[in-house]
């Protein structure tokens, strides 16, 4: 059983490129979401889904999009990459029924825009 | 809006030493609350969740934590440490009703000397 598998693992960018993270799930989860995390300020969400067709916004989408064409599949799009937007990528999936909502976290992205 | 705080931002330990992690939420109504840990280059892992019942958790590797209604705290807890512990701990709530979302502490910085 994968869980939540997110490609690339280390990514490195030049101001201004785009690139998109890829996440997937194989557990039929609803919701997935996208958080980055950076020293100190533990995770913070940028987007979320809950289920396909619909996303919302989260703490921090500036600069990123997203789109949930399947269940199983949430890429985050980095549109005109800025240094700001160096950080640690974690993508994460849950169940909404059952009322067992625990979060199942991808092994993470590692993006330095130079 | 929610939040979520972690008073201890580092913490070290000498192995066999007592834990104990705060965090308070801020938010009335009914909560999931989570413990998540993250060793180093790891992604973030589930300690132990609180929906409902008994207030004393016990999760993996000897942790527990206590859910104090009165006090809006899920404390994390662990009576003697190993340096294997050596890891970010982050405290979580999600709202059981609505978009699940998850609100993360900033984390603390666990070291055990071994």
């Known amino acids: 059983n994968a869980g939540v598998t997110q490609t690339p693992k280390f990514q490195v960018l030049k101001t201004g490129q785009s690139m998109t993270l890829q996440c997937a799930q194989d557990?039929?989860?609803?919701?997935m979401s996208w958080y980055r995390q950076d020293p100190g300020m533990g995770l913070r969400l940028i987007h979320y889904s809950v289920g396909a067709g619909i996303t919302d916004q989260g703490e921090v989408p500036n600069g990123y999009n997203v789109s949930r064409s399947t269940t199983e599949d949430f890429p985050l799009r980095l549109l005109s990459a800025a240094p700001s937007q160096t950080s640690v990528y974690f993508c994460?999936?849950?169940?909404?029924?059952?009322?067992?909502?625990?979060?199942?976290f991808g092994q993470g992205t590692r993006l330095t825009v130079v | 809006a929610q939040s979520v705080s972690q008073h201890n931002h580092h913490v070290i330990l000498s192995e066999a030493a007592s834990l104990e992690l705060g965090c308070n939420y801020s938010?009335?109504?009914?909560?999931?609350l989570f413990w998540y840990v993250q060793y180093p280059g790891q992604h973030l892992q589930l300690l132990l969740k609180y929906f409902s019942g008994d207030p004393l958790v016990k999760g993996i590797k000897g942790f527990e934590a206590e859910f104090i209604k009165s006090k809006f705290s899920f404390n994390l807890r662990k009576p003697s440490v190993q340096w294997s512990d050596t890891a970010e701990y982050f405290c979580a709530v999600n709202l059981p009703s609505g978009t699940y979302k998850y609100i993360f502490g900033t984390g603390t910085r666990l070291k055990v000397l071994a």
């Open positions: 557990m039929n989860h609803e919701y």
């Open positions: 938010y009335g109504g009914t909560v999931n």
């Open positions: 994460a999936s849950s169940s909404r029924t059952g009322g067992d909502t625990e979060a199942f």
